[in-house]
């Protein structure tokens, strides 16, 4: 009994590390228009809270939730939030993006991942699908799709970890 009660908290322990690990965002490493690279790691230093959204060109649900995201970013500016885009376009529609962001003046960090490869670790299969990162890495929400009136659960999200209240990792129903 001495010798199996040390082997099964070790056991344990390794469970609860996993699990752990788990509820953390996949880190990653992407390109933003001008071809500079961007992590997951360097996002999270140089804020308090990210929202991160995967977005195509020709989603419509993905550009009605662009605006809400602006509003985010501009209220929410202070407080150390920053909103960052990952575009999902591949070679065919990729030479849309930048135009896209710069006609509309929206202010985010767009990031482009044209071989899936951080859209398969998130597990996002369709656009738009919205994730919010604490500053440790851990997802307080994962979020795949958009109707009207979900930016508002959004939004409470980052109301409430700003607020110091106790977040834990969700996903809102589509």
């Known amino acids: ?3 199996i ?3 099964v908290v070790i056991t344990l322990c390794f469970a609860l590390v996993r699990l752990a690990v788990a509820a953390d965002a996949p880190d990653f490493e992407l390109k933003d228009f001008k071809g500079k690279k961007h992590s997951l790691s360097d996002l999270l230093d140089n804020c308090n809270l990210l929202v991160i959204d995967f977005w195509q060109v020709g989603c419509k649900p993905c550009n009605e939730l662009l605006p809400h995201l602006q509003d985010y970013a501009d209220k929410y500016a202070d407080d150390g939030v920053e909103v960052v ?7 065919l529609t990729q030479a849309q993006v930048e135009p896209f962001f710069k006609s509309h003046d929206y202010s985010f960090l767009v ?3 044209p071989e899936l490869e951080t859209s ?4 996002v299969k369709s656009s738009p699908a919205t994730f919010i990162i604490t500053p440790e890495g851990q997802l307080i929400l994962s979020h795949y799709a958009y109707k009207a009136g979900q930016e508002k659960e959004i939004e409470q999200k980052i109301k409430d970890f700003l ?4 977040v834990e990792g969700s996903e809102l129903e589509e």
């Not at 398969?120 to 597990?123: F, M, P, Q, S, T």
């Not at 607020?163 to 106790?166: E, I, P, Q, R, V």
């Open 5 to 7: 009660l040390p082997a």
């Open 120 to 123: 398969k670790d998130y597990g």
């Open 85 to 91: 885009i990952i575009s999902r376009d591949t070679s």
């Open 111 to 113: 990031l482009l991942d």
């Open 1 to 3: 009994m001495r010798r």
């Open 163 to 166: 607020a110091g209240k106790k």
